[in-house]
């Protein structure tokens, strides 16, 4: 199944939300399971646009990288990717950002044993590009769950309004973050269940985007 002349949409890797200019909140992402997806949609002769948060993972051949570090940057480097045929939703985004970054580095003060950090939610890019008027055929989302894994990736399919949800189950050994292999179970609408792997990265990518690509056919 060939995705030759499809715009493809994949968000990779972590958001980091700065605190002051030495640190920041983030979550933990190596970026690998986006960047194998872009790789594979590449070599199937679509048009990728990878829209990257901090990673340091090379460029995989033929793709379009737009490269971001906050939340608020992925979501406008998404939206004005837009439109596409399929958008990839792999990126582990921060859901809170701090309200307000401080000029200066935050400093320990004697006597004081702990720090409040007000923190607002960040846009949720994947439930905006599923509604968004240039919506693409098929959006999919991932869930990193550590237990209820279908009840909760379910859950986010229905609420986030996408066509399918690949999720992994983290904690155990040989998945998920950093590995260079990981399991899936992917759901969809109408009660479709798949679980693709244990296997490498590129090759779920290569058997997710099967997926992906009948359902455009
Ligand atoms: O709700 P949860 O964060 O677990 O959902 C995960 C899915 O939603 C992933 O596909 C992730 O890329 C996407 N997401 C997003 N924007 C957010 C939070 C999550 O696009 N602010």
């Not at 590449?42 to 737009?66: C, E, K, M």
């Not at 490269?67 to 045929?85: C, F, G, I, T």
């Not at 759901?187 to 009948?214: C, H, M, Q, T, W």
Request: charged share 25%; no cysteine; net charge neutral.
């Amino acid at each position: 199944m060939s995705l030759r002349g499809r715009r493809v949409l994949v968000s990779a890797g972590p958001t980091f939300e700065d605190i002051d200019p030495v640190r920041f909140i983030g979550n933990r992402s190596s970026g690998k399971m986006g960047f194998a997806i872009a790789e594979s949609a590449a070599r199937q002769g679509a048009d990728v646009v990878l829209v990257a948060g901090p990673v340091s993972l090379p460029t995989p051949a033929g793709v379009s990288r737009i490269d971001v570090r906050s939340a608020a940057q992925m979501h406008a480097a998404v939206m004005a990717a837009l439109p596409a045929d399929i958008y990839i939703g792999a990126a582990a985004v921060a859901d809170f950002t701090p309200l307000s970054v401080a000029p200066g580095k935050i400093k320990k003060q004697a006597g004081v044993d702990t720090l409040t950090l007000e923190l607002v939610r960040t846009p949720d890019i994947l439930a905006e590009v599923a509604v968004h008027p240039r919506r693409p055929r098929l959006v999919v989302g991932f869930a990193a769950e550590t237990d209820h894994v279908e009840q909760y990736a379910r859950g986010k399919l229905e609420k986030k309004k996408l066509d399918l949800i690949a999720a992994n189950r983290v904690g155990i050994v040989g998945s998920g973050f950093e590995s260079d292999d990981n399991a899936l179970v992917v759901y969809g609408r109408d009660g479709f269940e798949r679980a693709l792997g244990p296997a490498s990265k590129i090759e779920l990518a290569d058997n997710l985007l099967e997926l992906i690509a009948v359902r455009l056919a």
